[in-house]
Nanobody, 115 residues
Framework: QVQLVESGGGLVQPGGSLRLSCAAS????????LGWYRQAPGKQRELVAT???????NYVDSVKGRFTISRDNGQKKVYLQMDTLKPEDTAVYYC?????????WGQGTQVTVSS
């Protein structure tokens, strides 16, 4: 079955960096578009970044220039490098893949940006 396992979250000061990882299994990784979403307390889950099988990247405006999504098809992992973090980036971050019209999610990893 499809499994997505996120890691790399934690507590970081404003201006700091974190690198999130998502290990995937149960599907043909190299053929799927992948994404990172986040959900802050009291808010809806929002799309942060996506990367296609060809490597085309898209970002929500609020993270452009600060976050970088990447993928390693051999390792079946997708990454989110987050730099110049802000308190408003605090959220649970989820890895996502859509297969045959169904969304799959990991368990999420908490990112807290605070001094």
């Amino acid at each position: 079955q499809v499994q997505l396992v996120e890691s790399g979250g934690g507590l970081v000061q404003p201006g700091g960096s974190l690198r999130l990882s998502c290990a995937a299994s149960g599907f043909i990784f190299g053929t799927k578009k992948l994404g990172w979403y986040r959900q802050a307390p009291g808010k809806q889950r929002e799309l942060v970044a996506t990367i296609t099988l060809g490597g085309t990247r898209n970002y929500v405006d609020s993270v452009k220039g600060r976050f970088t999504i990447s993928r390693d098809n051999g390792q079946k992992k997708v990454y989110l490098q987050m730099d110049t973090l802000k308190p408003e980036d605090t959220a649970v971050y989820y890895c996502n893949v859509a297969i045959s019209g169904e969304d799959y999610w990991g368990q999420g990893t908490q990112v807290t940006v605070s001094s």
